[in-house]
């Protein structure tokens, strides 16, 4: 059996919808944060929160399903851009989760526990605490700094295939016909 | 002797208390004022540090009792020092023109043993409005909370109104220690 040449239907909308996702949430967090206290600011910070348990969700379910399905072969390709694609895959994910995690922990030692979309109380797993808070709100920013540098890494691996290389990489994620 | 006086004495005492209503006094460090509101669904909990109460009660003619409450309002705290710089400005307590919020019974109603309906008028940023606040009474210690609408007394007015945004609904819950009660 050949190995196939795309992820599966569902990996693929998972990819698609939590890059549009999680590029919003971050391009919303840059905004939120450079708003006077305003009841725009606090709209968009729920939004925010909102937006970043829903990638938490999403990025479970998505792990969940890569684990239990095989994703198409690597691309030819010299063994140390692969090692590095890997690599850039794995820290990617760990970072999926850091983010969120370390922004409702931040919200949880802030003191301004989540309600997911205003209805469901999300539990504290961090108790109120500022010095807490603080660390979280750095941990957050520069995990989140991190996930836009990797993102940005993950789009020229990929403009490199499709510019230089000119093969089918795109075809892997839906784009196009092998 | 001892133990013949202090049986002879008690009733004695209780009586000569039970002739006049004491002014009690409250004991700050073991009360508290705080409230809790909504915003975007998500429970906020502030408090104010500083408050007075005269009080004037008996438990045996609670309808002659009279309580005089009077909150500091820039004492105010959401545990968030952006909430907190917000909070005192015009749109919220505006506590440049209005420092203190106060609540002036107008009767006292048991309505179970060491339960009591206190009506009175709540004043705050100018705004007063009847309220009936339920306390229960326990050694020396008032406590009970009541529901009011923020938009009543214009708190959180202008661009705040939006009650999608911060409910309408506050919770105020207090517990305030007396002593000579």
Avoid: C
């Amino acid at each position: 059996m050949t190995p196939a040449t795309r992820y599966t239907p569902v990996a693929i909308a998972l990819h698609w919808l939590l890059a549009l996702a999680i590029v919003g949430a971050f391009g919303v967090g840059l905004y939120m944060t450079s708003l006077p206290f305003s009841p725009a600011r606090l709209k968009l910070y729920n939004w925010h929160k909102w937006a970043g348990v829903t990638i938490l969700a999403l990025s479970a379910l998505r792990l969940l399903w890569r684990l239990t399905h095989r994703p198409p072969a690597d691309m030819p390709m010299p063994a140390w851009q692969a090692r590095v694609a890997h690599l850039t895959h794995g820290l990617l994910y760990a970072l999926f989760f850091a983010v969120p995690l370390a922004g409702w922990a931040y919200s949880s030692a802030a003191g301004f526990p989540i309600v997911w979309f205003g209805v469901l109380p999300l539990p504290d797993f961090v108790p109120r605490d500022k010095e807490l808070a603080d660390i979280f709100k750095l941990v957050h920013r520069f995990a989140a700094y991190g996930l836009g540098l990797l993102v940005a890494a993950h789009v020229a691996g990929a403009l490199k295939h499709i510019v230089i290389d000119r093969d089918a990489l795109l075809v892997r994620m839906g784009i196009g016909r092998a | 002797m001892k133990r013949l006086l202090l049986p002879l004495l008690a009733p004695l005492l209780l009586a000569a208390s039970a002739l006049t209503a004491q002014a009690a006094t409250l004991q700050p460090e073991k009360s508290d004022l705080s409230f809790t509101f909504k915003q975007m669904g998500v429970p906020v909990d502030g408090k104010f540090k500083k408050f007075e109460a005269q009080l004037d009660f008996d438990a045996k003619k609670p309808e002659a009792g009279k309580i005089a409450f009077t909150v500091d309002l820039g004492s105010v705290s959401l545990g968030d020092a952006s909430f907190d710089a917000e909070v005192v400005k015009a749109p919220w307590f505006d506590t440049k023109r209005n420092g203190k919020a106060t609540f002036v019974s107008t009767g006292i109603k048991p309505t179970g043993p060491g339960k009591y309906d206190v009506a009175g008028k709540l004043t705050i940023k100018g705004a007063s409005r009847d309220v009936v606040v339920p306390i229960t009474l326990a050694s020396g210690v008032a406590s009970g909370s009541v529901a009011i609408k923020r938009l009543d007394f214009k708190i959180g007015d202008g661009e705040w109104a939006d009650t999608s945004m911060v409910a309408n609904d506050v919770t105020v819950k207090f517990k305030l220690a007396f002593a000579g009660l």
